[in-house]
């Protein structure tokens, strides 16, 4: 499999670590009201869709950014990649 | 304080140097290296800073430049190696660190890495060898291009300063096992 790396351009998945679900980026706040639960289904509930898949991998060989990237997970059809960094930033995190 | 014999990445007192085919690889032990990082939110201090010390701007993603004395090479977002002759430069970090101020973290590398040069008079022996060695084609890596790839399971990075010439550092502790990979490279091709 070739992931678009949207700086580096086309590389080989052999340089990616496969992170989990993209959904990990939404990290609850362990201070807030019904943490507990909310850290539960954070921890272990997840979709497993049979079609368009948002993920996180870690170009881990090579220059170690995080992405978020939309796979099919019916034909490993990649749509979309993102730096997970600005999908943190775009959903308000600080850094 | 004794009198320490400094030995090369392959434990010799002298760089080893193999013809193999039409092409060289060569230990290569002249280079001060450290690696230059942003903090928070100081990214274009840090490059502007740079770029003054330096003499010409930071390179972008996947690229090298040279000016002067320096290389810079681009390794990650927000974050550069650095490389300068190791003749009267063994206090790098200190030099860089006294440039970028409180705007970036300056890490010394020199003894980290390993650097084997790849020289062949023919340009497409170099690009025969790097189709075997890495899966970054040959036709993207090309001069000016460096990147952080995989090679026999080891953690490189690939400069492609000249049509004729690649240069490779890897971990200095597996300097043997990418050593020992290169030359058998080479030889399938000799």
Do not use: K
């Not at chain 2, 290569?28 to 330096?54: E, H, N």
């Amino acid at each position: 499999m070739i992931i678009p790396h949207p700086l580096l351009g086309p590389r080989d998945a052999q340089e990616f670590t496969y992170m989990g679900d993209a959904a990990l980026i939404d990290r609850p706040d362990g201070m807030a009201e019904g943490a507990a639960e909310a850290f539960d289904t954070y921890l272990h509930a997840r979709d497993n869709p049979a079609g368009l898949h948002r993920e996180l991998w870690y170009h881990e060989a090579g220059d170690r950014s995080w992405l978020v990237v939309t796979r099919d997970t019916r034909t490993h059809e990649i749509t979309q990649v993102e730096l997970a960094r600005d999908v943190a930033r775009a959903r308000g995190r600080s850094q | 304080m004794p009198d320490l014999a400094p030995l090369t990445p392959l434990g010799g007192t002298t760089p080893r140097r193999d013809r193999i085919g039409g092409v060289t690889i060569a230990e290569a032990c002249d280079w001060a290296l450290a690696s230059v990082t942003a903090r928070r939110g100081r990214a274009s201090d840090a490059a502007g800073r740079m770029a003054a010390m330096i003499g010409t701007a930071l390179p972008g993603p996947g690229a090298m430049v040279r000016s002067g004395d320096w290389r810079a090479v681009w390794l990650a977002p927000e974050s550069w190696l650095l490389a300068a002759p190791l003749a009267g430069q063994d206090d790098i970090e200190a030099r860089l660190r006294d440039a970028v101020g409180d705007a970036a973290s300056v890490t010394e590398q020199t003894d980290a890495w390993a650097r084997f040069d790849i020289t062949a008079a023919n340009p497409a022996r170099v690009g025969a060898l790097l189709e075997r060695l890495c899966n970054i084609p040959p036709a993207r890596l090309t001069p000016g291009a460096a990147t952080r790839t995989v090679f026999e399971h080891l953690g490189v990075i690939m400069l492609r300063e000249t049509d004729d010439s690649l240069s490779i550092l890897g971990a200095r502790s597996s300097a043997r096992s990418l050593h020992h990979a290169l030359t058998t490279v080479a030889r399938s091709l000799a």
